[in-house]
């Protein structure tokens, strides 16, 4: 799998990531590093121990991170989940939630294919 | 030189052995006559003893004989009666045969007896008419020898007149037997005899009237001195009253002779004494020393014989050892001197490459590339050479086994290297076909003495080029697998193969020796020492490694060195290549399947191909797919359409956007133009390790990144412009470090809104030119942190610039930023241009 089927896959905008960062290498180096991050699993924990501000942040973050790297689902769907908790909870946030968790599944699925098309 | 010794050796022996026999012999001839003088001598002694015992026995018998006729005298006067009664009485009572008046006229008035005569009366007439004292020998009328004692006395006779002697007879036989003269068995023998030589007393055989007549007749000549003579020295002898004492051989036999005067008369006493026994005794013992001598000699010259023999035998094995030694020695210095004269075979090699290079550099001056490269292979060259030398100076070192081996991290990239670059001239001169092939490298790098290593590749390498003919195929192979030593070594397997003349079964078993070279006419003509394969073999034993050969004549050589040597940990720098899709073409499937690994395990994925024809379908394929390889790998020499031709080929229908590098094992200078006219795009040299490639391919790399996405032209470079972003995300932040870097930027990154705090109150004034701060971060956000910066009032540059950079992009949003200090906001995802034309505002 190449890199671009990869932003096939997650539904994210290969075009747009490779004109803001320039360079193939760049893009594939920080997309593998997209799932060291642990603002996910710190959204899921929030969420569960009700922690509303905590899980705002990490959603913000997962936000910020998906901007950076156009992953335009997650990205819109972490926003929206961003957007139910800025205030403190709201009961659109457990769907919203969901959608998210399904979102991220989807690109760790895509990313973990291509590392494994690298070999590593 | 052989027969000489043995000539000389016999001549010693039969010198020895004469001499033997001649010392022995009169040793045994010496002794002999010593001997025989001992018992003259003895005999002389002895006889001597027994004449003077006889004599005084003769003496003290005549003595007695005497005394009683004195008695007679005494007991019996002539005053008495009868006298003549009492003296005839007593002289019978004391043995007397008869006794008698002699009167002074010489006539005898029996008293009893038979009438007696004297022998030879004159003396004894004249001793007795003297007063003397005197004995006689005389006969009686019967004709019995009888011995006369007569004494001086007066006694009337019957004619009136009176006597002048009474003399008294005993038998001869009682002297004898007094005398012991004639006693059987005994050692010796007497005569009695007159001055005349006639018989007074005579014993043994002895018959005749006179002993000297007896001398004459029984004489055999002795020492070569007559009877005449003997008798003659008896005569004078006695005539002069003497001892006379002589050797002389009587009836056959050698006799001692003794002669003295006896007392009381005119008579001798010879006394004989044959050496018969004695020379018995004495002729044993001689026979004896002659038998001891002759085994003696003999065992002296057994000994001698074997002690030669057995010194022979010594010499004639030292000589052959001397032999042995002198041809080892000539074959030695045979030897040396060939390899003084052929040295060029080792050194030739690398110094033409010297040579050779150097002429190309001359020829292309104006091409730098062309100039450094051959500096390159000059100056491997040139270091192989000088170790060479050493090697050569060295040689008794290595032969008495003090080589130490200079075990250092050894890349065998760089030696594989440095061997294709020495032996590629070679090859092109005999326009030989190379392969290097590469396969299950595990470790690039390990320990071992590269000079050893190089010495021994090269030594195959150059044999292989020489003894396989123009336009013959030759391959170095290297691949690793799992040493049996441990998992910090890796076993190295080498190869070198070539279809070239190969070698026979013999030469196989002794091509490891020293100064060896495989005679026959098909190799004459290939100059060399011979000397390579022994250094190589004892370089690879010195490594604890072991050499195979296959060889069969005509069809060519394998070499194959087995080494265990230990991984030396690889420097391997993120060896990572962009994720290229790639393609690689060669003949050798086994290079492809290696080379494909070694690319993969650097980020690239790969295709292979084997032909030409092959790789030009593949490409054309992936092109109508939109999906072109990145970069083609081309090896030069493919069976059918080659290198050259596939590139042109590809080009035909690529254009120009796709690199194409060729890969070889030759020097590529020659086709280099060409190559580059048909729009190949580089070159890399075989063997391909994991190395090779990545430094090969890396140029591309960053002309891949630069040629896809142009930077913009308005580029600004901030020329290392310090800023502090706070940013709590570790992706975030990576992404803005490789995006702002990019640009001129000096990035210093806070995890937090305090930390961000921290390091711009720890700062000196003035060093961050601006701050680019996240908003949602945890302990402090982006707000608070810029309330706090913008409180330290003190500080001149508090108002420095911080911009706001966030995924939160509603007005509101803005408007907080603002409200809090801030200068300006921008929306996350960081645009470069954005952020540059922002802080060129802001910074000036």
């Known amino acids: 799998m190449t890199l671009q089927e990869c932003y096939q896959a997650l539904d994210g905008n290969y075009d747009d990531v490779l004109g803001r960062l320039r360079s193939e290498r760049l893009v594939q180096k920080f997309v593998l590093k997209f799932l060291d991050d642990k603002s996910y699993e710190l959204l899921c924990s929030s969420m569960e121990a009700e922690n509303w501000q905590e899980a705002f942040r990490a959603s913000h973050t997962i936000k910020g991170m998906c901007q950076n790297l156009s992953f335009t689902r997650l990205q819109q769907s972490s926003s929206n989940l961003t957007e139910s908790l800025r205030n403190g909870w709201t009961p659109e946030a457990v769907p919203l939630l969901d959608q998210v968790k399904q979102d991220y599944q989807q690109a760790a699925a895509a990313i973990g294919e291509l590392k494994a098309s690298l070999g590593l | 030189m052989k027969n000489k010794t043995t000539r000389f050796l016999v001549c010693s022996v039969m010198i020895a052995a004469v001499l033997c026999v001649g010392v022995f012999g009169f040793l045994a001839f010496y002794m002999n006559r010593i001997s025989s003088e001992i018992m003259s001598e003895l005999g002389t002694v002895y006889m001597t003893g027994m004449n003077e015992r006889i004599t005084k026995h003769f003496e003290t018998t005549i003595d007695y004989r005497l005394s009683h006729m004195e008695d007679l005298i005494n007991t019996n006067s002539a005053e008495k009666e009868d006298y003549l009664e009492w003296l005839a009485y007593s002289a019978k009572a004391r043995g007397f045969e008869c006794l008698a008046l002699y009167s002074s006229d010489g006539t005898f008035q029996m008293i009893y007896g038979d009438q007696v005569q004297v022998t030879d009366p004159e003396p004894f007439l004249h001793s007795m008419n003297n007063g003397e004292k005197k004995v006689a020998v005389g006969t009686d009328s019967k004709g019995t020898d009888l011995v006369l004692v007569g004494i001086s006395a007066v006694y009337p006779m019957r004619n009136g007149k009176e006597c002048t002697a009474l003399v008294g007879g005993i038998t001869v036989d009682y002297i004898k037997k007094v005398l012991a003269l004639d006693e059987e068995n005994a050692l010796v023998y007497s005569h009695v005899i007159r001055k005349d030589g006639s018989f007074v007393i005579r014993s043994a055989d002895a018959y005749r009237d006179n002993y000297f007549d007896r001398i004459w007749e029984t004489f055999g000549d002795m020492n070569g001195k007559s009877a005449e003579s003997y008798v003659e020295e008896l005569k004078f002898a006695m005539e002069k009253e003497e001892n006379y004492s002589t050797v002389l051989r009587l009836s056959g036999e050698r006799r001692n002779l003794y002669c003295t005067a006896l007392p009381y008369s005119e008579w001798y006493l010879i006394t004989v004494m044959p050496y018969g026994e004695m020379d018995v005794i004495v002729d044993e013992l001689s026979n004896q020393w002659f038998q001891m001598a002759f085994f003696s000699g003999g065992a002296i010259l057994l000994i001698m014989l074997m002690i030669f023999l057995g010194y022979f035998r010594l010499a004639k094995k030292q000589m052959k050892e001397l032999e042995a030694a002198i041809e080892k020695a000539e074959l030695a210095s045979r030897a040396k001197s060939e390899f003084l004269s052929n040295m060029s075979h080792d050194i030739r090699t690398p110094m033409n490459a010297i040579v050779g290079m150097t002429a190309i550099a001359t020829a292309n001056l104006d091409n730098p590339q062309q100039v450094q490269n051959c500096l390159r292979k000059i100056s491997l060259s040139g270091r192989h050479l000088l170790g060479l030398v050493n090697d050569v100076l060295d040689m008794a070192k290595i032969e008495s086994g003090k080589m130490t081996l200079n075990m250092d991290r050894v890349s065998l990239r760089e030696v594989l290297d440095g061997i294709v670059g020495i032996i590629q001239p070679q090859i092109k001169a005999k326009r030989q076909n190379f392969d290097v092939r590469l396969r299950d490298i595990i470790s690039e790098c390990v320990f071992c003495d590269s000079v050893r290593l190089n010495q021994v590749l090269l030594n195959f390498l150059s044999n292989a080029v020489k003894f396989t003919p123009d336009e013959g195929h030759i391959a170095l192979s290297l691949y690793q697998e799992p040493s049996s030593k441990g998992d910090d070594f890796v076993r190295v397997h080498l190869e070198v193969e070539d279809d070239g003349i190969g070698m026979s079964k013999e030469f196989q078993t002794k091509i490891f020796d020293s100064f060896t070279r495989e005679d026959g006419a098909r190799v004459q003509k290939t100059e060399g020492t011979g000397l390579g394969m022994a250094i190589t073999k004892f370089i690879v034993d010195a490594m604890d490694g072991t050499i195979e050969v296959q060889s069969e004549q005509g069809k060519g050589s ?128 075989k063997p391909l390790f994991k190395s090779t490639l990545f430094y090969g391919l890396r140029p591309f790399a960053e002309a891949f990144d630069k040629e896809l996405v142009p930077l913009p032209p308005q580029q600004t470079d901030f020329h290392g412009a310090q800023i502090l972003l706070a940013e709590d995300n570790d992706l975030n932040w990576e992404i803005a470090e490789a995006l702002l870097t990019d640009i001129g930027l000096k990035l210093d990154w806070a995890e937090n809104g305090q930390i961000c705090v921290e390091m711009y109150r720890n700062s000196a004034p003035g060093y961050y030119k601006a701050v680019l701060m996240d908003i949602r971060m945890p302990v402090m956000n982006g707000y608070q942190a810029t309330e706090a910066i913008r409180a330290m009032t003190s500080r001149p540059d508090h108002d420095i610039p911080i911009i706001a950079m966030t995924a939160d992009a509603f007005a509101e949003d803005v408007q907080k930023c603002l409200n809090s200090g801030m200068n300006a906001h921008i929306a996350k995802p960081i645009d470069v241009v954005e952020v540059s034309k922002l802080l060129e505002k802001f910074i000036k």
């Not at chain 2, 092959?614 to 493919?638: G, P």
């Not at chain 2, 069976?639 to 120009?656: F, H, Q, S």
């Open chain 2, 558 to 685: 394998r070499f194959h060195v087995v080494l265990d040597l230990q991984k030396a940990i690889e420097q391997e720098a993120d060896m990572v290549l962009p994720n290229w899709t790639m393609l690689v073409v060669d003949d050798d499937r086994m290079l492809c399947e290696s080379t494909v690994a070694a690319l993969s395990s650097i980020g690239v994925t790969a295709d292979w191909a084997l032909d030409g024809e092959t790789a030009v379908k593949m490409v054309l394929e992936h092109h109508q797919r939109q999906d072109d390889y990145h970069i083609i790998l081309l090896d030069w020499k493919l069976p059918g359409m080659d290198g050259v031709e596939t590139a042109r080929e590809i080009r035909r229908t690529l254009g120009d956007a796709v690199p194409i590098i060729l890969i070889s094992s030759y020097d590529w200078s020659e086709i280099e133009d060409r190559a580059r006219q048909v729009g190949v795009s580089g070159f890399i040299g």
